[in-house]
Structure formats: C-alpha cells, structure tokens
C-alpha cells in the first residue's frame, strides 16, 4: 500500500492510471475512498494521485490541521513522487486545501479543478459553526455530524447504495481528525487573490443540486478566473464526482488534454 512516510508518522495515498498527474484532495470528513468511481476507472491520460489528508482514513494524525498543512503534505508527496508540476484539484475542502498549495507553490500547479468548492473563507459566524461542530464531535464522536450532514450532500435522486457508501465512510472517521479538520476550515484564508492570480488552465465543477457550496459560489470562482470553464452537472449534489462519474471523468479528460 502506498504510504509516504513523514517524520513521527505516515501519509496514505492511491496513485491510479498512468498519463498526465492530477492530485486530488478529498473532501470532508471522507477520505480517499470517496473517489471510488474515478479510482476504479481513472480518466484516460491521468494518473490520479489522491491521497488521505491527515488523520483521514488510512493517514496518520498530526496536531496542525489546517488547509496549508494539508496542502504541504501534497507538495511532499509530490517530492517524493518526483513529479515537479501537476494538475491540483479537489472536492470541496479538498478545493480549500488545492487553492492552499497554488498559494504555498503556483509553479507545481499546471491547472486547477475546483469541485463543490468556494474561494470565500468563514465569517465570525461560520468559524463560531465550526468550533461547535469540533466540540461536539469531541465530546460526541461523529454520529451527530452525519446526522446533519449526509441528508445535504447528495441531491433528491442519489443511489441508496451511493448514500450508504458515504455514510459508512463518514462514520468510519476518526473524531479528533474531524475536529482538527473543522477548525482548519474555519481558520483557512480567502482564496480570491490566488484565483484571480492564476494564468492555467481550470475547470470549477458544481452539482446543479449542491446545497452546501451552490453553483452562486462556482460562479463567483469562474468570475475570478477570466479563462476557467465552469461546469454545472444536472441531478447532483455537493459529491458531484460520486453522482455523475461519467460526466465527471469527461470533463476531467477535457481540462489535461
Ligand atoms: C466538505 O464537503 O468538504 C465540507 O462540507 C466543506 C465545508 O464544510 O466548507
């Protein structure tokens, strides 16, 4: 299994499929696994690299959770890898922490796919949201967590069998890496000025149906990158790479070509 191991701890990852690299940041509180479809079937000419964030599913836990963390973990396993620029993408706080690394390093960053995801940071109020969430997964564990989040990410017509995936996979999570996760959310900087900074190619991809981060948010990004394509992807929600992988793995092959 491939593991980058790090000092006091390791950092899990898929690489899939073989052409252009695509790194790809999983959302939260998921893993890696949440790209079955695309790990399974990689897009032709990609090498998919997507790995597990720390404390996520098989990576190990490390006390800074914060986007730029993350991102810093990408930018080493590229190191290690040997890959000196790839494509960075990634659904929704994998987005946040895809837009941390084109802050931390734009010149590793050949294009940019942008999933469900939004430039914005928190304000007073979502950062105060997100410390409630930590404190009750501490004290709770994640039960709580799933209840709110899960009916919010798919849209009205989801697989069951999709759902169940993604529920099991939510539970399966580690609450002091969820915790961790959320107050990296809260904390994370606005992403406008790196957007509108950024001269590659991008694709910003959002679920027609996406509640949690709607396609008003997708457009504020496309307006910030006069040369992104903007994809709306009709009957899905927040994990629109789940509910359309087909259309998604299209419009993946369409931006590194
Ligand atoms: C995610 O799907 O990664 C989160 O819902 C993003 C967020 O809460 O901002």
Not at 31 to 38: A, G, T
Not at 64 to 90: C, H, N, T
Not at 231 to 255: D, R
Request: charged share 25%; aromatic share 6%; with cysteine.
């Amino acid at each position: 299994m491939p593991n980058l191991h790090l000092p006091g701890r390791s950092y899990f990852y898929e690489d899939r499929g073989e052409g252009v690299p695509l790194l790809l940041f999983h959302g939260f509180p998921f893993s890696s696994e949440s790209f079955w479809p695309q790990l399974e079937t990689p897009p032709a000419g990609v090498r998919l690299i997507a790995p597990d964030h720390r404390g996520f599913g098989k990576s190990t836990a490390a006390q800074d959770a914060s986007m730029e963390a993350m991102a810093e973990d990408g930018l080493a396993l590229l190191d290690a890898l040997g890959i000196d620029s790839a494509f960075v993408g990634g659904v929704s706080m994998g987005g946040y922490v895809a837009m941390a690394l084109t802050r931390l390093n734009p010149g590793r960053v050949r294009g940019l796919l942008l999933v469900d995801t939004q430039s914005t940071a928190d304000d007073d109020a979502g950062r105060a949201k997100r410390e409630a969430t930590a404190q009750d997964v501490e004290r709770n564990g994640i039960n709580g967590l799933v209840e709110t989040m899960l009916p919010r990410l798919l849209s009205a017509g989801a697989d069951p069998a999709v759902r169940s995936r993604v529920e099991k996979m939510m539970r399966a999570q580690s609450p002091q890496a969820v915790a961790a996760a959320s107050r990296g959310m809260g904390s994370r900087a606005d992403a406008k000025d790196i957007l509108s900074r950024f001269a590659g190619p991008c694709t910003i991809v959002v679920g027609a149906d996406d509640v949690v981060t709607p396609p008003e948010k997708a457009k504020v990004m496309h307006g910030l990158i006069p040369q992104s394509a903007l994809e709306i992807i009709e009957g899905a929600g927040h994990l629109a790479n789940l509910e359309k992988p087909e259309v998604f793995k299209a419009l993946v092959e369409k931006l590194v070509k």
